[in-house]
């Protein structure tokens, strides 16, 4: 597979992302991100958050948001306290900087021929160092609805669903990582997704873990998008 270097990839992708605030039943609140929108030019974009309506191509389930934030400074996050009442699937969509692990995804996405990426994740929530989230998804599950921050749980289901949705018969792409603190998520995400077909790098840590598509080392960056090339092909 070619590694196209992200100043190439930019020119052809742009990122959206929904970025709200979940309100929790303790009165705090998190900073979140529900999901990631990559298109290539190719898809109409007067009317960005029309696109979360859309079938994407294939749809991305990766760790959490990391330090995705709008381009726009000024940008005020709606609150959401779920369950909600809304039927409506439409979510506010803003620009937002794509990172290395989107340039990985956007990299499988050109050898495919797909136009339009759904990204998901196992939880919504906004941290970029993995161990300071895993401390957070923790402390949430002593806070009564605190489980909510994951688009995979029962109170969301519609909303995921939706989400999942897709136009071609592209198998969903998994590639949350290798940390056994995520198997409480990973395995409730496994359970929604249940019966659809599903491709990814596997990880020697654990059967339900996988390869992160953005390792630190060039080399097993490259690694990746083999073994993901290979797995999509067979």
Known sequence: MEFIYAAELKKRFTCYGHFYELQLMSGERAKCRSVLEIVDSSIPQENPSAISEMEPDVVVIMMNP???HPKDAAHVDEVIEYPTDGTSMRKELVLTQPDNTQYQVMRVAVST????????NLSDLRDPKSGSFLQKV???TGVM??????MFCAERATECAHARKRRSPAPILLGWG???GLLPLVEQCLQRIEGEPT???????HPLLNAHPSPMLQKKKLQWL?????????
């Open 113 to 120: 021929g797909w136009k339009h990426i759904r990204v998901l």
């Open 66 to 68: 990391g330090s995705s």
């Open 178 to 180: 290798q940390d056994l």
């Open 199 to 205: 491709c990814t790098v596997p990880s020697e840590v």
């Open 226 to 234: 083999e073994t993901m090339a290979q797995a999509l092909n067979a």
């Open 145 to 150: 609805g605190g489980h909510v921050h994951s």
């Open 138 to 140: 923790d402390a949430l």
